[in-house]
């Protein structure tokens, strides 16, 4: 059965898939814009999707048996393709209408905190809303407001910014291999809570962060670090007993200041040489932030698109340096460093190694910040 | 060669005539040009006495806004630095603790927030991609130093006065007195 491919077109692009794909997973074989945009379904994690809503398409001819319209727009993410089925995504009136609700429905509750918020330049929230967001609000209620809340030592909750996705507690789920359903209350009230914390113990449980869409799962030890943009990301690769030890290293300069697991086009989590999904484990995400730690195998190809990549001069050629030659020798003056008198980035303190963020606390007293 | 258009004149290698070396004519169509200048508007002013107003959207020296409680409005979202062509503006954030909200306005905020005024280029894109209406360019012009290290700005440097505490300083800085 597996075998059998059908035919289905996706925006006038006609494709063979092997059946029991989903519309989703089809499209993204198009790629490109032909791909609706997914908010809570996660390849890599079973049974996720079906809850956000923003991947809905038009199906306008329903198969070549029956070959109707499906009545309403149907979520791309749980509906298999059938032979001859016509799909209609970005062609789509209704869809881009639809998806620009969605998306407004999404903002009701999120604070649009970006400058703040450490996901901000990685988020899917983000560039989903600048795509489809609307500049103003109709809301006039007060905003759906938690407290923040730590989970453990490494991972930080801000549930104001989560829309519910459901993907962490598949991932406590799956992962840990309990049973751990992670979302209480209902409608409104809804929250990830406690039950998560009661996982954490979990040597995979960092992995939530990698698989949360918004800010609403962050990293502790990067909280207010940096800002994704101004960081390098590196493939490396450690000899960890736990996981696949293949993570993307984020530097500056000689520091590590966050590993995150190596992400796809679509933002998740890249299979491994064996074809596993490379979920890391706590230590490597946590505890290596070294660059001794790791083999350190090149540069992250990033998006151009992403804001990611701004500002990074790639396969930059330093033109040759003539000054010493033409000075017999010697080497220009330096007229100030700007060590000397930049509080900024001291290069002997070592943002990256302390615990939690940065506060008050640490800029007066740098015998916090580990000199080295 | 055949000329191609009419503009080119044949150059007159005629020697001059005894009027013609005289020059008189000549000069006195120079001196003409020269004394007519005496009639004309000045094209400078006695600065520093008198000051040319600047315009209006002449863009100087940084300021880091407050909001009307006095609260730093820097998140240190770094879209500034992020924005900035000429890479002049570095930063680092930290978290607000418990108790100082009178002095931030959000959970996180720029513990050092520093401008190179030698790299600055006053474009004035900063303050273009400011989310928080933080970063700003006054009217007053980078002053002249002789030394380098004074042109590297601080936070201290750059922050407005508080207008809950020095309501005449702040107001001074808005230029609203």
């Known amino acids: ?372 | 060669m055949q000329a191609l258009t009419n503009r080119a004149k044949v150059v007159d290698r005629k020697p001059m005539t005894f009027i013609e070396r005289l020059y008189l004519w000549n000069i006195l169509k120079g001196m003409f040009i020269t004394f007519s200048h005496i009639f004309k508007k000045r094209p400078t002013i006695n600065y520093p006495e008198k000051k040319r107003p600047f315009s209006p959207v002449f863009r100087g020296l940084h300021v880091l806004n407050r909001d009307e409680e006095g609260r730093e409005r820097c998140t240190a979202c770094g879209l500034c630095a992020l924005a900035c062509p000429a890479e002049a503006i570095t930063m680092e954030a930290a978290e607000r603790k418990i108790g100082e909200e009178h002095l931030y306005r959000e959970e996180k905020y720029a513990a050092r927030y520093e401008v190179n005024m030698l790299r600055c280029i006053f474009c004035g894109l900063c303050e273009e991609a400011c989310p928080k209406d933080a970063v700003y360019l006054s009217e007053t012009p980078a002053p002249p130093n002789f030394t380098r290290e004074s042109f590297i700005y601080k936070k201290e440097d750059l922050l407005i006065p508080d207008p809950t505490k020095e309501p005449e300083a702040f107001k001074k800085a808005k230029g609203l007195s």
């Open chain 1, 1 to 372: 059965m597996s075998e059998q491919l059908i035919k289905v077109t996706i925006d006038n692009i006609t494709l063979e898939v092997p059946a029991g794909t989903t519309i989703l997973n089809a499209a993204r074989m198009v790629g490109g814009e032909v791909a609706p945009p997914a908010m809570c379904y996660y390849s890599k994690l079973e049974g996720s999707g079906g809850k956000c809503r923003t991947c809905l398409v038009e199906v306008s001819k329903g198969s070549e048996k029956d070959p109707r319209p499906m009545p309403k727009l149907v979520a791309s993410c749980r509906t298999t393709v059938m032979e001859g089925m016509e799909v209609k995504n970005i062609t789509s009136e209704k869809v881009i209408d639809a998806r620009n609700g969605v998306v407004e429905m999404l903002l009701i509750n999120h604070p649009l905190d970006c400058p703040v918020c450490d996901q901000a330049g990685e988020c899917d929230l983000q560039d989903l809303s600048y795509g489809h967001g609307k500049a103003g609000t109709r809301y006039e209620f007060p905003r759906r407001t938690f407290d923040r809340h730590d989970l453990g030592p490494y991972i930080q909750l801000h549930m104001t910014r989560c829309i519910l996705c459901y993907r962490c507690v598949y991932v406590a789920d799956q992962l840990t291999g309990k049973r751990e359903h992670g979302v209480l209350d209902r409608g409104d009230h809804s929250q990830i809570a406690t039950y998560i914390e009661r996982s954490l113990e979990n040597d995979f449980i960092g992995n939530v962060i990698d698989v949360c869409p918004v800010g609403a799962l962050t990293d502790r030890t990067f909280r207010f670090k940096n800002r994704v943009w101004f960081l390098k990301p590196m493939n490396a690769h450690r000899d960890c007993p736990k996981c696949s030890g293949r993570v993307t290293l984020w530097n500056r300069g000689e520091e590590v200041y966050r590993v995150t697991a190596r992400k796809d086009q679509w933002g998740e989590i890249e299979n491994d040489e064996n074809g596993k999904t490379g979920w890391i484990c706590n230590e490597c995400r946590f505890e290596k932030k070294q660059t001794s730690d790791w083999v350190i195998e090149g540069p992250r190809d990033i998006s151009r698109q992403s804001v990611i990549s701004q500002n990074h001069y790639l396969k930059v050629e330093e033109p040759q340096n003539v000054l010493p030659e033409v000075m017999g020798g010697r080497n220009p003056k330096l007229l100030m460093d700007i060590h000397d008198v930049s509080d900024v980035n001291k290069p002997e303190i070592h943002l990256s190694e302390i615990q939690g963020p940065a506060t008050s606390q640490t800029f007066e007293d740098n015998s916090n910040i580990n000199p080295q």
